[in-house]
């Protein structure tokens, strides 16, 4: 149990003072209870909650001590090229100002201390606070919809519009079919219940300006990912595999994750139409159907705003095995299915929006079966052509790194089998996850050879910051501290630069390497390997003693948005094996890359507040307090040696696209379409 303090403190944060007001007048009993509800009240209900000086001095003190262990702090100042425009974010000069700066509401601060973390473009290093933001398809907070996706299509003579996408109506009409009555009675009369009429229309103008204007206003805003390109792109509809059957993503523009919009005002060409027409169509909010119920602003934020189990560390030693092994609170967030331990690294993107479930529309799903060996996250296929074989790969991740190991092999034998001699990787909104299932997917394509033996991995450094050191001092100095190694600091889970498992006694951090940094002095570990697990070669299981493709008959596939151990796998294997790179969709006067956010390994506070707490370190100045709310904050712990410039981080060298293919109305949010031109255009 927490001290009586602490649980002072969080009853006068949290607590509704209620003088004249009558009940009905509380902002969170207008939408509790109900499914469908105006942004503008969602904004009140958040609105409602005032800023309490001690939760905001709790939230940026943990968001700050937790960015001492962030690799990249320094360097995100200000990015080297390509990424010198992208990514100029000084994290301590801006908390200090939020730390001076008076809000009406805490939903303010929240919104404030979320896109100032945004702005390092690194989906690794998020803040989110459930309070405001959806943790999972489990949570209560809103999401803001429109039944309108939008593209970005390319006509014959090459230009480029924005469209109301060719399935909207088909997606909205399934998703929301309790709703879709709202948005056919909010069109202007000679559109009214014609909302079906929209789908597939040019769209001329966004509240009065041109369409790219709105675009390019939420690449600045929505984060996780370096490239402007790929930003872009988020504003636009695209298709995933999350688990096991193919998802529609509605992209930005149709999916908020806080209730910004209450409208917007569109001037559209309807298809085969040559007169323009004028809409305004109302975002609603939707509350997640599992979500605890609640009646008023004090019941809303006892179920959501407060602590719970995984919002902070524990002392592992005064806890069950299973509780410390279990998965990340962090995973919440995660763009990747959540694996049931935390035990395997992991390095995947944090995200305030839900991987979608809405389910791509049955015209677009490949008519063929997946094969017999395709898993959760994973579906091979094999093209028409009888000779390209295709893996969708929807994440590294899973519930289980052996079984996703497993199945990638035998799906790729399998493939060989039935006459695959030419491999397609669509690796299309991959958030990332196991890092050793990036490098063991490597190792099998491309066979043993001195990029994939030892391992297919690059090596990473951590930050040698002053509490990490004495983290990593305290288990040298007492290995009983953690006998079951499940501290992310145990030397037994580090390895050197040569690839050798560091002694339990080792302080890996030292000797300390010495930077300047964009004007300021850090400190990092030596060089540290890769760090698979232990079995044949690294791995759990033998891999092939040849290779199952040759590199010049492999393609990787995606909209930019691979990110982690995503981006791991597609970085080595365009930069060491010429593996070709395709980028679907994007804005054809933009550089396109292939892979938004690298990192090394991500982490997050919690984690790293259990390598405190267990090395009784907590009561250090230099220790993140316990978090006050139902927040995470992640980072990347660990930051990949580049392959080019092997002395640099590669999260901040070039992944120029081999082709950014340009989408038309038959091939948008189609992927066999899509295959088979990739097919067409990179194997004779």
């Known amino acids: 149990m927490p001290p009586l303090y602490a649980l002072l403190i969080l009853f006068s944060a949290f607590v509704v003072i209620c003088t004249d007001a009558a009940p009905e007048l509380d902002p969170c009993a207008v939408i509790g209870g109900k499914k469908w509800v105006a942004p503008a009240d969602v904004r009140a209900c958040f609105s409602s909650f005032k800023v309490n000086q001690t939760i905001k001095n709790n939230i940026l003190d943990v968001v700050g001590k937790t960015l001492a262990f962030h690799v990249l702090t320094n360097y995100e100042i200000k990015a080297p090229e390509p990424f010198t425009a992208d990514v100029h974010e000084d994290l301590f000069k801006d908390l200090a100002r939020i730390e001076n700066t008076s809000y009406a509401s805490d939903y303010d601060l929240h919104i404030d201390v979320s896109r100032t973390l945004k702005r390092l473009n690194d989906g690794h290093c998020v803040w989110a606070n459930a309070c405001y933001v959806c943790l999972n398809r489990l949570t209560a907070a809103f999401l803001n919809f429109l039944p309108i996706p939008l593209v970005l299509l390319t006509q014959e003579d090459g230009s480029q519009n924005i469209y109301i996408a060719p399935e909207a109506f088909e997606v909205a009409s399934a998703e929301f079919s309790d709703k879709i009555a709202v948005w056919q009675d909010a069109l202007p009369l000679a559109l009214k219940g014609k909302l079906e009429s929209l789908s597939g229309a040019k769209v001329v103008l966004i509240n009065g300006k041109p369409p790219f204007d709105a675009v390019n206003t939420n690449a600045l805003i929505t984060g996780s990912y370096q490239p402007f390109g790929t930003r872009q792109s988020s504003f636009f509809s695209s298709y995933g595999l999350p688990d096991t059957t193919f998802s529609y993503v509605l992209g930005d523009f149709a999916q908020q994750p806080l209730p910004l919009d209450d409208s917007v005002d569109l001037v559209i060409q309807r298809v085969h139409q040559t007169t323009l027409d004028n809409i305004t169509l109302p975002y609603r909010s939707r509350l997640n159907p599992t979500t605890v119920p609640f009646k008023s602003s004090a019941t809303y934020r006892a179920n959501n705003c407060v602590p719970v189990d995984g919002t902070n560390g524990v002392d592992l030693n005064a806890v069950s095995l299973a509780a410390s092994l279990g998965p990340s609170p962090a995973a919440k967030f995660q763009q990747a299915p959540v694996p049931s331990s935390r035990k395997h690294k ?290 990347t712990w660990r930051s990949s040696f580049g392959v080019r410039d092997a002395q640099q981080p590669e999260e901040f060298q070039d992944h120029p696209v081999d082709l950014n293919l340009s989408l038309t109305p038959d091939l948008v949010n189609n992927p066999v379409a899509i295959w088979e031109v990739v097919a067409a255009k990179f194997f004779v």
């Not at 951590?462 to 499940?486: K, T």
């Not at 050798?500 to 060089?527: C, K, M, Y």
């Not at 590199?551 to 930019?560: F, Q």
């Open 346 to 635: 992991m390095n995947v993107m944090m995200d305030t929006v839900p991987v979608s479930d809405i389910s791509l529309p049955p015209g677009l799903q490949p008519s063929a079966l997946a094969l017999n060996a395709s898993f959760g996250g994973g579906a091979f296929f094999m093209q028409k052509d009888g000779k390209t074989g295709v893996l969708v790969l929807g994440s590294f991740s899973g519930d289980d790194l052996d079984v996703m190991q497993d199945g990638l092999l035998k799906g790729l034998l399998t493939l060989k089998e039935q006459g695959a001699t030419q491999l397609i990787v669509d690796v299309t909104n991959n958030g990332g996850g196991f890092i050793c299932a990036a490098d063991w997917l490597h190792r099998i394509i491309i066979g043993p050879k001195n990029t994939t033996i030892p391992g297919a991995g690059l090596d990473t450094k951590a930050r040698a910051a002053p509490l990490a050191r004495l983290v990593v001092q305290a288990i040298a100095d007492d290995p009983n501290l953690d006998p079951f190694q499940a501290l992310l600091y145990n030397p037994l889970n580090r390895t050197n630069a040569n690839n050798v498992q560091f002694s339990a006694t080792d302080n890996w951090l030292l000797p300390p390497v010495n930077l300047e940094i964009n004007g300021h002095a850090d400190s990092f570990s030596p060089r540290l390997g890769a760090e698979c697990p232990p079995g044949p070669n690294g791995f759990a299981f033998t891999p092939p003693d040849a290779a199952l493709f040759n590199a010049s008959k492999v393609v990787i596939v995606s909209n930019g948005r691979c990110a982690s151990s995503c981006a791991l796998f597609s970085v080595t294997m365009a930069k060491e094996e010429g593996v070709k790179t395709v980028f679907v969709g994007g804005k054809n006067d933009v550089k396109q890359e292939y892979c938004g956010t690298v990192g090394g390994q991500s982490t997050d506070y919690s984690t790293l507040d259990t390598d405190i707490k267990t090395t009784h370190l907590k009561t250090n100045s230099l220790a993140p307090p316990d978090l006050l709310v139902n927040g995470v904050q992640g980072i």
